[in-house]
Structure formats: C-alpha cells, structure tokens
C-alpha cells in the first residue's frame, strides 16, 4: 500500500454501478481528471473498458491514475476474470487490483448480474457507498 493521500485525484470523481431486478447491469464514470493534467488528456473514465464497463456479467466504475487504469484495461479486466477464470466478484475485483494495476493508485466498485457487491483500491483510501432495494445503506473511506 502507497501513502500518497487520496486527495491527490480529482474530488469531483464519481462513478456509479447498478444492476436492476433482470440482472441488467450498467456502469457510468465521471471525472475531473487528475490534478495538474496536461490540456487535453483523457483520462481512463470516458474510455469503455479501462475505468468504465458493463457487460451480462458485471458493471464496475474506476478511480485513480488513469493511465494504469488503462494500461490494465482494469474494468474489463473484471468481467473477463469472472467469465474466464470463473472467479466471484469480490475475487475478480481483488485479482485485478493486485495483478493488473502496475506502479499505478486506483479503486474500483462493482456489481454483479446477480446482485453482489464489490470494491477495491490499492491506495489509501476510496470515498464509496452501497444502497440495496431493502434499504441496506453503508459508506466507507478506509478499507
Ligand atoms: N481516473 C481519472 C483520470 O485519470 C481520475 C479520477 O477521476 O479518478 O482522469
């Protein structure tokens, strides 16, 4: 774990994933980008598969270094986990920000067809929320 504070992203980060009653998930990211970044960049949050994705499997939103979000295409990486190596949601977050996060600090949240919930982050912390149709609420910062 690096110590860099989560401070150093844009606070205007928000991303969202929802599955409905048919299993239908989707996933939406928006970003400020990273502080001091050059005119122009793009970061990983408007791309499909790297800090955006949803699919029949799973719809997970990325925060953090957009760079090695892309490097590591880490939203599709999700979903490919989970259909090829057959692995839970939790698994499949916990997989991809160990093996396909390089030197970058990101976190992730997504959700599953069938309703269960996941996060993840290699950084300190990461500002993140769940709300259930039967009015489970919960919010975190740390692990
Ligand atoms: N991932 C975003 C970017 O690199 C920053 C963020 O919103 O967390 O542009």
């Not at 960049?41 to 790297?50: C, F, M, Q, V, Y």
């Not at 992730?108 to 996941?118: D, M, P, R």
């Amino acid at each position: 774990m690096n110590g860099l504070p989560i401070s150093v992203y844009a606070p205007e980060t928000v991303g969202c994933v929802a599955v409905d009653s048919q299993g239908c998930c989707a996933a939406a990211t928006s970003t400020g980008g990273l502080m001091n970044k050059k005119t122009g960049r793009i970061g990983d949050s408007p791309l499909i598969g790297a800090g955006t994705y949803a699919c029949d499997v799973c719809g997970v939103s990325c925060t953090g270094e957009g760079e090695a979000i892309i490097r590591g295409t880490l939203a599709r990486e999700v979903a490919a986990v989970m259909e090829y190596k057959g692995l839970g949601l939790q698994e499949a977050v916990d997989f991809v920000v160990k093996e396909r996060l390089d030197e970058g600090l990101a976190g992730l949240i997504a959700v599953s067809k069938t309703g269960e919930v996941a996060y993840g982050f290699n950084c300190v912390g990461m500002f993140r929320g769940c709300a259930t149709e039967d009015g489970f609420m919960e919010v975190g910062i740390w692990e």
